[in-house]
């Protein structure tokens, strides 16, 4: 089951309302954990990933690697 269209939409109003569209990749569908899916069944739901890769910082890789190292000035555009 996808997500609720209503609140993709919702989302993505609030993405282009914040000019950021043009940085917006859309890709397939992806099962990114149960916990979400457990949610989104009980309560109407939209998820988003935020790309956080940065060279000048070192913010290149995975979120399960040792190596990773979170680019902190993406914090602000996710809770946009």
């Known amino acids: 089951q996808q997500g609720d269209g209503t609140y993709t939409s919702c989302l993505w109003v609030r993405v282009v309302s914040a000019a950021l569209h043009a940085q917006v990749v859309e890709t397939d569908p992806v099962m990114p ?41 993406v914090l602000p555009l996710g809770a946009a």
Do not use: Q, W, Y
């Open 33 to 73: 954990g149960e916990d979400f899916a457990f949610f989104g069944r009980k309560i109407p739901s939209a998820m988003m990933f935020i790309g956080i890769r940065n060279d000048a910082v070192g913010s290149v890789h995975n979120l399960h690697s040792p190596n990773f190292r979170l680019d902190e000035d």
